[in-house]
């Protein structure tokens, strides 16, 4: 009986996993409005009945969506090198300006207008927050004990995300490559001990 079930729980975690693949994609092709469980389930590759049967509505879908969403972004951030100042400021950005982060921004405009949404986003975002500064802190060897370094680090995230923001609707690299060197040397002038 056990080695029926495994295959069976396999598949279904497959399906679940494309689902979610699915939706971040959608989200940050299409934005919420054309984002349906529809249209998911079509990406997927599965039937409607598949995928409500793992999210019975629209917004279990996109909640796990937003979940997973966080997750694969802590994740990236576990991942970057602990190199230089440049690596890790010039990966740091690259997180919020790929497709992560624009499927984050649609579900963030769609939970302003969703109160079922608001809430769980809102706790998810404060998750990823916190997840992303501890990163930055050790990444970057920053010591927050030392005045104003807590709000350096937290400068830097703030104007990583303004770079995604911005890229959102021209390709700002050119310029976002200047930033990023800028940024570089001023966090490695601000976090080195004096």
């Not at 940050?28 to 249209?39: D, K, L, N, P």
């Not at 999210?55 to 996109?62: A, G, N, S």
């Not at 809430?119 to 990444?139: D, I, K």
Request: charged content about 25%.
């Amino acid at each position: 009986m056990a080695a029926v079930t495994a295959p069976k729980q396999d598949r279904s975690r497959a399906t679940r996993q494309r689902l979610l693949e699915a939706a971040v994609a959608c989200l940050a092709e299409r934005g919420w409005a054309g984002s349906t469980v529809s249209v998911v389930a079509e990406r997927a590759g599965v039937s409607r009945g598949a995928a409500q049967h793992h999210f019975p509505t629209r917004e279990d879908l996109f909640t796990a969506a937003v979940e997973y969403v966080a997750e694969e972004r802590s994740t990236a951030l576990r991942a970057l090198p602990r190199r230089d100042t440049a690596a890790v400021v010039g990966a740091m950005v690259d997180l919020y300006t790929g497709p992560l982060f624009r499927a984050a921004l649609h579900l963030w405009v769609a939970a302003s207008n969703e109160e079922q949404l608001r809430r769980r986003v809102t706790e998810l975002e404060a998750r990823f927050g916190r997840e992303s500064h501890r990163m930055a802190v050790e990444l970057l060897h920053a010591d927050e004990s030392r005045p104003g370094v807590r709000e350096i680090v937290q400068g830097f995230l703030d104007m990583a995300r303004g770079l995604g923001l911005a890229n959102l609707l021209t390709d700002d690299t050119a310029r976002r490559h200047k930033v990023v060197a800028q940024w570089s040397q001023l966090l490695e002038k601000a976090l080195t001990p004096p």
